[in-house]
DNA sequence: GGACTGACCATTTTT
DNA sequence: TGGTCAGTCC
């Protein structure tokens, strides 16, 4: 549930007056060089701008944007300006703001394309048959709606699952196909009734007056189908269009974009084909692909010039997307020195894989690696799958490196769980003012601005928290009636549970069912009778679920301040893991590949699933994956993986053949099995399944059997054995010093870079087991962690 | 209602 | 292997 302000949309006053602006120096332009400016000057009718990786596609972007005010072409609320995520929509306000050295107001059209269409939809809500005050359903809410459905259609929910068919009709929802307008092919979907399902599900959400995020287009789209006079009237107000990212437009955006664009034609589309990579969720490279035939005569500049990664880097990306076919082409340079190849490295597992990266982010960091030091946040590691990322996150644990998981849990990103979060966060500090303004009228308590601008002028007089200001004002009968009455609640209640979290007595868990019973919080959501209520209340005892791990709710609040905030995350330095999805759009001056195995990047279900088509897309993959590194790049695999608790052989990615080796540095894996790749051991332990699928696909490898057969395989052995020894890296001083290791007993208080301090309960050999107090226990190697007097002498 | 058990299954993710 | 889910038992 969102909800969006109705703001100037519409309304002529704006802070820019085209007149006033047209007199305006452009001094930005000169900060472009010829494509930017091309692509920026070129101002009316269609462009599509093909901004390869490390461009300055949003600086092209932003800068024309600020361009079409600066000349008076148009209004800020005369130009959409569509983005795919809050955070793109967020960085490009910004900017363009910047570049005009104020803040824009009134770009209420600047916004990805949910957030617009919310807009449009509320305006003429009635003509698609909602209510302009609908509800949003998150995914959870729309696969519970699904799965009532199916259960009231007595369908075996085990062999249908709701999830199934909430992917089935986001599917076709993505391709614009309302439940008329599934084309007869899909009749057989979800054992025939699909087709019908979608239609009962399109009536519920109807009589529940609520939209699921594939509605907000398709309605809005079937809105401007069906009523011509309404669709002209946005085609008359947004004078000028830009589309950033147009590569993972689907159908349902591209027919919504096209329509409007069919007047004026001034539609800047933005993209890079190249990195395409959300076909799976219904985006089309054919649109990007097919630009110019939709809109004739447009202009394509290309943005090649590459502000990001040195020659090395950029020469093994063109080597790997080379091999796709249908590209609209472009040719990357740079101007930045040579600096190193990427490297590539094969390991004997997946933890040693783990190891090593570990050792070299550390190397890295500590500046012994014979090359600047690296900051740990100037690291990242991508996977393919985020199932990847365990074995980084235990070894990064035993080790203390600092690390950050992006793109994990979204669960405490919800509202009820942000809300009793601040619950939660009161009882522990009655002075955290954020919680206090986030909960002080949640549930209702008839606390509006007023009384809570009266709250904040006490607070800031008396140079107290909110809480305590509240206390005063109540004192002061500076407050009257319900809100009152309520506030007085509140407050003593805040008292109460700090109180309880202050005497350590009884279970956290109890306290914290208590502080939802007595905040209301609970109550508010049990009486709320929109459909997503029953979900936040389930969330809500998930969240209490989650305190079982901790023992107290400090511990669980510290928890999760670190995987919650990821920009405010500034507790020093950590090296970032993420999918290679999330990587896109970010750079880092030293990326880690780790995975390039076949089957598992690519992705054997890409491949199985989507044939060619899927190939393609896991290759724009390595393409993005590669490009996202500024100095050094690291590509590696293991022979030997775990999967599913089963061990698994792989054969190095059909990607690292297609690396051009002038670029490629091997690095043999150090120790293990001395130098070389240990090809014995690699065979030895490849099992018959796995050499038969690597070798049966699409792509030309050497026959099935015979692993040393394939040309990557050879060309591996010929690096290695060109460059075969590997630099030792002893001594890393990151570490602490050894002598200190032997040092501890039990009973011994001793600090851990991340579970902070403890008490040694046990040694066996190198390994600790200690009682942490904020993590509980855990087996440490002793070498982590310190007596808890030297804590200040942790690295990092 | 909550604790336990066995079956099942297992990319990528924003809105 | 391990997380989720539904069914079962107290």
């Known amino acids: 549930m969102s909800s969006f302000d109705e703001d100037d949309a519409f309304e002529n006053a704006v802070p820019l007056s085209a007149q006033a602006m047209a007199a305006r120096p452009a001094p930005y332009l000169d900060d472009l ?13 269609p462009v599509l701008m093909l901004a390869g990786a490390g461009t300055g596609k949003t ?61 449009l939809l509320r ?90 995020f594939g509605d907000l287009l398709l309605h809005v789209l079937t809105i401007f189908q069906e009523h011509e006079d309404v669709l002209a009237q946005y085609q008359r107000w947004f004078r000028y269009i830009l589309v950033d990212e147009y590569q993972d437009t689907n159908v349902a955006q591209y027919l919504w974009l096209r329509l409007l664009a069919q007047g004026h034609r001034n539609i800047c589309c933005v993209g890079d084909d190249d990195q395409s990579i959300y076909g799976w969720r219904g985006a089309e490279v054919g649109n990007i692909l097919r630009f110019e035939k939709d809109f004739p005569g447009a202009e394509v500049v290309r943005l090649e010039q590459n502000y990001r990664s040195t020659p090395h880097i950029l020469g093994a990306a063109s080597g790997v997307i080379d091999a796709n076919q249908g590209r609209l082409g472009k040719e990357l340079f740079t101007d930045l020195p040579e600096g190193e190849k990427v490297r590539l490295i094969g390991h004997w597992d997946g933890e ?39 074995a980084f996150e235990d070894r990064f644990l035993t080790i203390g490196l600092p690390y950050r998981v992006i793109g994990g849990p979204r669960f405490y990103e919800r509202m009820e769980i942000r809300d009793a979060m601040a619950y939660f966060r009161l009882a522990v500090s009655p002075d955290d003012d954020l919680a206090f303004e986030r909960v002080v ?123 919650m905030d990821r920009d405010s995350d500034d507790d020093g330095a950590k090296v970032s893991i993420m999918t290679l999805h999330g990587a896109k759009g970010l750079e880092f001056p030293a990326v880690f590949l780790p995975g390039w195995e076949d089957g598992l990047f690519p992705s054997q279900r890409s491949m199985d699933e989507s044939g060619l088509k899927g190939l393609e897309e896991e290759r724009r993959l390595a393409y993005v994956g590669i490009t996202r590194a500024e100095e050094i790049c690291t590509i590696s695999f293991a022979a030997n993986r775990r999967v599913f608790g089963q061990w698994q052989s792989a054969l190095p990615s059909r990607f690292i053949d297609e690396l051009p080796s002038r670029h ?41 059997s015979n692993v040393y057969n394939s040309p990557g395989w050879r060309r591996l052995q010929a690096r290695s054995a060109e460059r075969p020894v590997s630099q030792p890296r002893e001594n890393r001083n990151m570490v602490i010093d050894a002598t200190a290791v032997s040092s501890f ?26 009682a942490f107090e904020k993590s509980g226990n855990k087996k440490v190697v002793a070498k982590f962690v310190v007596d808890a007097a030297n804590a200040d002498d942790v690295p990092f």
């Open 33 to 45: 060089n010829p494509a930017q400016r091309r692509a920026v000057e070129a101002l009316d009718g």
């Open 352 to 390: 040693e894989e783990a190891r090593w990266i570990g050792e070299e982010i550390e190397a890295m960091a500590g500046g012994t690696r014979g090359m600047r030091r690296v900051g740990l946040d100037e690291m990242a590691i991508l996977v393919r799958a985020s199932h990847q990322m365990r």
């Open 441 to 563: 009228n949640t549930p209702k308590r008839g606390l509006g601005d007023k009384a809570q601008q009266k709250i904040q002028v006490m607070a800031r007089s008396q140079g107290v928290s909110l809480a305590d200001g509240a206390r005063l004002l109540l004192q002061d009968k500076g407050l009257t009636g319900k809100g009152a009455t309520e506030l007085r609640i509140l407050v003593d209640a805040i008292a109460r549970w700090n109180d309880a979290v202050r005497a350590g007595e009884g279970s956290h868990i109890e306290l914290a069912e208590t502080i939802l019973e007595e905040s209301g919080y609970t109550a508010h959501w049990q009486n709320d009778k929109t459909p997503e209520a029953p979900g936040r209340l389930e969330n809500l005892k998930e969240l209490v679920k989650a305190l079982e791990q901790f023992e107290n709710l400090q511990g669980f609040l510290e928890h999760v301040a670190l995987i």
């Open 123 to 212: 305006r003429h809500a009635e003509l698609v048959g909602l209510k302009s005050n609908f509800t949003i359903l998150d995914t959870d809410d729309q696969i519970r709606l699904l799965k009532q459905l199916i259960v009231a259609e007595n369908i075996d929910e085990k062999r249908w699952p709701a999830r199934q068919l909430s992917g089935l009709i986001d599917h076709w929802k993505n391709r614009a196909w309302t439940p008329d307008k599934v084309p007869a092919s899909e009749a057989s979907a979800f054992n025939h009734r699909g087709t019908e399902l979608y239609d009962y599900y399109q009536q519920r959400l109807k009589a529940l007056n609520a939209v699921d």
């Open 745 to 770: 007993s039990e009973g011994d208080r001793v600090f851990h870079r991340k579970f902070g301090y403890g008490e040694v309960q046990g040694v066996e050999g190198d390994k600790l087991d200690i």
């Open 59 to 119: 600086k092209a972007l932003t800068t024309r944007i600020a361009h079409l005010l600066n000349t008076g072409r148009a209004r800020p609320n005369e130009i959409l300006s569509v983005t795919f995520t809050n955070k793109a929509a967020r960085e490009m306000k910004e900017r363009v703001g910047r570049l005009l050295g104020q803040t824009v107001e009134g770009m209420p059209w600047l916004g990805t394309f949910h957030a617009i269409c919310v807009k």
């Open 664 to 704: 490629v540095e091997v690095l043999t894996p150090p120790g293990l099995y001395g130098g070389g790749y240990g090809a014995a051991g690699m065979a030895a332990s490849a099992s018959p399944k796995m050499q038969q699928e690597a070798g049966s696909d699409l792509h030309e490898r050497a026959a099935s």
